[in-house]
């Protein structure tokens, strides 16, 4: 076992998951994924294997079939995998937020209806909040929700506590077309009076749908991939939902106004695991430059005996173990019940630009071969640049962090 970005305290259950997890990733994953990645192919058959090790049902509580594992586990999984593809820890990652969401926030109905089947790998979850006009700024949402009380119900067509008719243009969902339940933050302002607070008047519903591309139900309608620089395989689409009709029992938790709030919860899971795969992708790209160091030679030696390559890996190895530090507190402030906005925050900023560094250290290391489609590290190269975007920009996860900043330490003068 490598020595960086080791974990204290882990249990015996902890360590024996994630050697599985491990042993899975460089077995079933490194091999494989710079050919799917380069053919922009859904890793199917890896999806399938993390299913069959439970992986879906990892943070899900036992009484409904999942492991009942806690964030840390979950996010130690995620640095693992995303070692070997950071494309499978998105697939995950959605999946778990919207599964989290359901468990702090569902009503018993709804988690009886959904969590045994996300924890199967049967529903994969995904969830929305961007828009073509917006990211960052999601008091900006414009989709919205009205309220129609003839509605027919989710299952008979009788009527049963009414309908919501949602209208509007989502953006960037991760998991958009093989998903099968997408978390949607629109605007609902019934029940609310003009000049409500943005963040108040805004509600998640519960969008069941058929995975696949072009109308998966009537009024919603998943346009096709949209093709990116990275972050490949898995598929990243837009959600247009015309006049779409959802029953009142799919608000989640029952009650319209609480959206904004379920889904910084969510968030703040969602940049535990960016920092995780941040460290992991970190973590391979220093494996890959400390071993191509150790197989160039250069005037007569090995590049790894020049002091201007050690430097290199001195800086690298430093990155991978800081980064791994502060997910783990990250993580764990989150298990223990605390409020960890600002640990996450700094995790996901530090780990996403550490990232960036550390492969691009690992790229130039490799010299011009890093530069072809043959290595590994041209694949993390045009990886890595997502992390600075995902779950928030570095600039937001700054200003999250200045703010938090000065509420603790408040001046009282």
């Known amino acids: 076992m490598a020595r960086l970005a080791q974990t204290a305290g882990l249990t015996d259950v902890q360590q024996e998951i994630l050697s599985t ?50 964030l840390l586990t979950y996010a130690l999984c995620v640095e693992e995998i995303a070692r070997g593809w950071m494309s499978v820890s998105g697939i995950i990652n959605t999946h778990f937020i919207v599964a989290y969401m359901l468990k702090q926030h569902g009503t018993q109905e709804q988690k009886d209806h ?75 302002d019934e029940g609310h009076p003009e000049g409500t607070a943005p963040h108040k008047s805004m509600t998640t519903f519960l969008v069941e749908k058929e995975p696949g591309f072009g109308e998966v139900r009537p009024g919603l309608t998943i346009p096709g991939k949209i ?3 990275g972050y490949k395989g898995v598929d990243t689409t837009e959600l247009i939902m015309d006049g779409l009709r959802i029953p009142a029992d799919r608000v989640l938790g029952g009650v319209t106004g ?55 890996l001195a800086e690298m190895a430093t990155k991978v173990e800081a980064a791994h530090a502060m997910m783990v507190n990250a993580a764990r402030k989150k298990d223990s019940g605390e409020r960890n906005d600002l640990e996450a925050g700094m995790a996901k900023y530090l780990a996403s630009e550490y990232c960036k560094e550390v492969v691009e250290d690992a790229f130039r290391i490799h010299g011009g071969y890093g530069f072809s489609k043959e290595y590994e590290i041209e694949r993390l190269y045009r990886e890595a640049p997502m992390l600075l975007i995902g779950e928030g920009t570095a600039e937001i996860q700054k200003m999250i962090i200045g703010r938090r900043l000065l509420e603790e330490y408040r001046f009282q003068g």
């Open 258 to 312: 609480r959206g904004f709030y379920q889904m910084m919860d969510g968030v703040e899971v969602g940049r535990v695991n960016v920092a995780a795969r941040g460290c992991g992708v970190a973590q391979r790209a220093f494996e890959l430059g400390v071993r191509y160091a150790q197989q160039r030679h250069t005037f007569g030696k090995q590049i790894a005996h020049h002091q201007a390559i050690q430097f290199k």
């Open 227 to 229: 093709d990116k620089m």
């Open 114 to 188: 959904f969590l045994p089947r996300m924890a199967a790998g049967d529903i994969r979850g995904a969830f929305s909040m961007s828009e073509p006009a917006l990211g960052s700024d999601v008091s900006a949402i414009t989709s919205k929700a009205v309220k129609d009380d003839g509605g027919p119900s989710r299952s008979s067509g009788a009527e049963s506590g009414g309908a919501y008719v949602l209208n509007g243009q989502k953006m960037w969902l991760t998991n958009g077309g093989t998903s099968s339940l997408v978390a949607v933050l629109v605007r609902s």
């Open 21 to 70: 997890v491990r042993d899975f990733v460089d077995k079933e994953i490194i091999p494989v994924a710079t050919e799917l990645e380069h053919r922009d192919e859904y890793p199917q058959q890896i999806v399938d294997g993390l299913k069959e090790l439970g992986l879906f049902g990892l943070m899900i509580p036992e009484e409904y079939g999942g492991l009942g594992e806690s």
